[in-house]
């Protein structure tokens, strides 16, 4: 019992524990959205950055930032105008209220101006910074002569240098300000972008020049706050490049602040270079650069106070939310939550790719299943409908104007079906109707020769019409069956998009100090796959001057590396010493395929009906076939060498090896009322354990010798598109190395003369062959069968043996495991 109650008790108190923080927590995100819903949806941030920019002054006396940001606003956000206008109006009045009339009149002046050369202005993004630079220029010019009676040329310049700043910054305005107000975003930033925005927000904080807080200088504190920030986000250079910038910004605003431009770019480098130890490392860069800069640096300051400001800005860095930073790394190419985001973004992208091919799967399936169900309905039904249309179409011409109709049909009904049927099924199988069928009809009808000679003639029509519905059917089963080789390619598809390139790093880094500790230059290694049999790795070396680097030295060292017998499989070698050379390396396969082929023309003829293909498909598989069209010559050689086209273009294509060929054969029978067929002999070998798949569709035995015993490999089909549906037989068969696979056609099988057993005397002659090359073999068998006719072909005549061996590398592997373990 008391175990029973510890059990109860302990997971009641862990609730109880994590209670608190989980209310805590969800109090948190329920804040972090009333903020983000009250500045960004509602836009009051455009009223509190107004207001900075409103009292932001540069050279103490220039406020360029006013128009830019209102024009920015007004292209954007039209709606939020107004509200940016009031800050804006706010915060030069804490100038002076001339200032704030200023700005005012300014605005009101740019308006105005807008709508006026608003019907000329055909691209308003490109014409709204010219327009801020001569409403600034007209407004500052017209504020000189009224001030000062008459315009200066000190006037002019300050004018001139007012309006130049309100362009440029109307255009950092225009693509900095979509960067705080859009919510969401799926691309990164672009460096411009960051740029623009971090003058932005340099530009709101000179807003708060002269405020302090127990003598601490507000600006001071946020600009360091901002550099750490950006360190500890994006590194040295983004941290250092967010320093001089912010810097610059303050320098130009009050030249007091000069020495701040060398503090916050020191800062923004150190602290990205101790970014490693996470929010600490960072601010202690910063209280480094301050200590330095302090201490050496001329700043005008106490050293105290300038470690105040930034021990408050390290504080304000330490309470920052992770959540915060990360989600300020994400749009910030190189740092790890961006590839994060974009590794995400990326399976995402895979796998609705991979659902709507697997959809497309479903579809073609659902079509295949649709037509096989029509084929299964009509095969039902066909027949006695068109027996009923037969003989409705007969007694329409001869029965309907019949004395005894109501005889025969009304009182006998099943007796009348029965004859006409019988008299049909005769008809249509032998073309005469038998003497006891005949009487026994003369003495049911009246008019039966009448009734003959109808359905004699009616016979033509129906057994035409049969015909056509039988390749109607055959179409929809091709069609049924190409629908479903295409939904299992593409399901297939589907699962290989799924596969997700694995994190190799690590044994990238491996390979990499191996090779390069062995003294071998390598510039990059990109693993793909380290799965047994399926290796794949990309290396980018530099140029070796064409000296087979690669095939005799980094393909032997990683097989010893890989524990398994590595080639390179494509390389790119570079033209000029200067270049680098970009190599892929595969497994190698376990077999090896070496064919001999022997082949000759009826008569001695150039063109033969027999062809032959050696097909290397992906997947580690290799198709051996021959083709034998009927008869001989050209038209037997089209026919021969089209079924093999069309067989390797839809294994390719990766659909399975039976519904290649029923697909192949419904073509050859439906493209051609002519009686033109082949035959195909097929053998499918898989390179990794040598088993093979035999396909024989009307072909001659094959035979496969090993040592001194021969192994006959036969199957029972007729040729291609005699018989619209016929089952495919395979026979399946496990080589060995040295293996000698023969393949023939049916002018060498039966080309012998005076042979009885064709089976006997080949294998005599296989098992009597003292060679195991395969072109000798080939030549040596079509020899034998031509001197049997006393050196007479009388039919086309090919022969292709296959040699199967263990698949011996080039080059040895190089022990670089042991010799690493030595030095």
């Known amino acids: 019992m008391q175990n ?31 903020i983000e819903s009250f500045f960004l949806r509602k836009g009051y941030i455009f009223l509190f950055i107004g207001f900075l920019l409103g009292r932001a002054l540069i050279l103490a006396k220039l406020t360029p930032f006013s128009l830019p940001f209102f024009a920015a606003v007004f292209f954007i956000r ?20 001339g200032e704030a009339a200023v700005t005012f009149g300014t605005i009101v002046l740019f308006l105005i101006l807008f709508r006026v050369t608003g019907r000329w202005m055909k691209n308003e993004l490109r014409g709204l910074p010219l327009l801020v630079f001569f409403t600034i220029l007209s407004m500052e010019m017209s504020r000189t002569a009224v001030i000062e009676g008459n315009i200066t040329v000190y006037g002019s310049a300050m004018a001139g240098i007012e309006a130049g700043l309100g362009l440029i910054l109307a255009f950092i305005f225009l693509q900095s300000i979509p960067l705080l107000t859009v919510n969401k975003r799926r691309q990164s930033l672009k460096t411009e972008e960051i ?36 360190a500890f986000v994006a590194g040295a250079t983004m941290g250092s490049t967010v320093g001089v910038v912010t810097g610059l910004i303050f ?60 021990g408050v800005a390290i504080l304000l860095f330490l309470l920052t939310p992770t959540s915060l930073t990360s989600k300020i790394a994400k749009y910030i190419p190189g740092t790890a939550e961006y590839s994060a985001e974009q590794q995400q973004y990326m399976r995402k992208m895979r796998d609705v790719t991979a659902r709507r091919v697997a959809q497309f799967s479903n ?100 057994q035409a019409n049969r015909k056509l519905k039988k390749q109607v059917q055959e179409s929809r089963k091709l069609v049924a069956n190409q629908l ?116 000759a023309a009826k008569d001695g003829d150039l063109i033969s009906g027999d062809s032959y293909s050696t097909i290397e498909l992906g997947g580690g598989k290799y198709a051996i076939a021959i083709s034998d069209g009927m008869g001989n010559g050209e038209r037997a050689h089209t026919e021969s060498q089209e079924t093999l086209k069309l067989l390797q273009q839809i294994l390719q294509s990766g659909i399975e090896e039976k519904v290649a060929i029923k697909s192949v054969n419904s073509i050859l029978a439906l493209r051609t009322t ?8 097929l053998a499918m070998v898989d390179l990794q354990n040598a088993s093979a798949r035999f396909l024989k569709i009307g072909s001659t035995p094959s035979f496969i010798k090993r040592g001194s015993k021969i192994i006959k490999i036969q199957a029972s089909n007729l040729p291609m598109g005699i018989l619209q549906e016929f089952e495919v037989d395979v026979v399946s068969e496990q080589l060995k190395a040295g293996d000698l696979l023969i393949m023939m ?79």
């Not at 059990?7 to 209670?19: A, E, G, I």
């Not at 003369?442 to 016979?459: A, G, P």
């Not at 690590?506 to 399926?534: H, M, P, R, T, W």
């Not at 020899?783 to 040699?803: H, L, N, P, W």
């Open 251 to 310: 320098s130009l605003a009050n030249l007091s602040s000069f020495f701040h431009m060398s503090l916050l770019a020191f800062a923004g480098l150190l602290g990205g270079l101790l970014k490693e130890g996470k929010k600490f490392g960072v601010a202690v860069g910063l209280l480094v650069a301050t200590l330095l800069i302090g201490m050496y640096g001329e700043t005008g300051q106490p050293i105290n106070k300038m470690l105040l400001e930034t």
């Open 4 to 34: 029973v109650e510890r059990t109860v008790v302990k997971p009641t108190s862990d609730v109880r524990l994590d209670k608190p923080r989980f209310e805590f927590s969800k109090l948190l995100v329920k804040l972090q959205t009333s």
């Open 745 to 823: 056609s049916d002018g060498v099988f039966e080309g012998p003369k005076h042979v009885e057993n064709y089976d006997l005397w080949m294998k005599r002659k296989i098992s009597e062959l003292e060679t195991n090359e395969p072109q000798a073999v080939a030549d040596l068998i079509m020899e034998e069968v031509i001197r049997s006719r006393s050196g007479m072909i009388e039919d086309d005549m090919t022969v292709v043996v296959a040699k199967i061996d263990h698949n011996i590398p080039k080059w040895a592997s190089i022990p670089v495991q042991s010799m690493l373990k030595e030095a």
């Open 363 to 462: 579809v073609f399936q659902a079509l295949s299943k649709s037509f096989s169900s029509i084929e299964e309905k009509t095969e039902g039904e066909e027949p006695d409908r068109d027996l009923d249309y037969f003989l409705s179409n007969v007694t329409e011409k001869t029965c309907q104007t019949c004395f005894k109709k109501d005889h025969c049909w009304a009182r006998n009904f099943n007796t009348t079906y029965e004859f006409m049927s019988d008299i049909m099924h005769e008809l249509d199988h032998t073309g005469t109707i038998s003497p006891k069928l005949s009487r026994d009809w003369d003495k049911h009808c009246t008019r039966s020769k009448k009734v003959n000679d109808i359905m004699q003639h009616q016979l033509t029509f129906y």
């Open 484 to 599: 479903l080789g295409v939904s299992e390619v593409m399901g297939d598809f589907a699962k290989e998009i799924q596969r997700e390139r694995e994190n190799h790093h690590k044994q990238e880094e491996q390979i990499l100090s191996a090779l390069q500790e062995f003294g071998v230059e390598i510039e990059n290694v990109d693993i793909y796959s380290l799965e047994q049999g399926n290796v794949d790795i990309d290396m980018t070396i530099p140029y070796c001057g064409g000296h087979g680097e690669c095939e005799k030295l980094i393909a032997p060292m990683l097989s010893d590396i890989l524990g398994e017998t590595i080639l390179v499989n494509s390389e790119e070698c570079a033209t000029i010493p200067s270049g680098v050379c970009q190599v892929t390396f595969r497994s190698a396969k376990a077999f090896a395929v070496l064919t001999g082929v022997a082949h």
């Open 674 to 681: 002519d009686e033109i067929f082949s035959t195909l002999d």
């Open 78 to 97: 039209r709606d939020r105008a107004p509200i940016a206008l009031l800050g804006l109006v706010a915060g030069a009045a804490t100038l002076s209220l």
């Open 195 to 230: 740029v623009c925005l971090i003058i932005m927000l340099a530009s709101v904080m000179t807003g708060t020049i002269g405020w302090t807080l127990y003598d601490i200088s507000i600006e001071h504190v946020l600009s360091r706050y901002l550099v750490l920030v950006f």
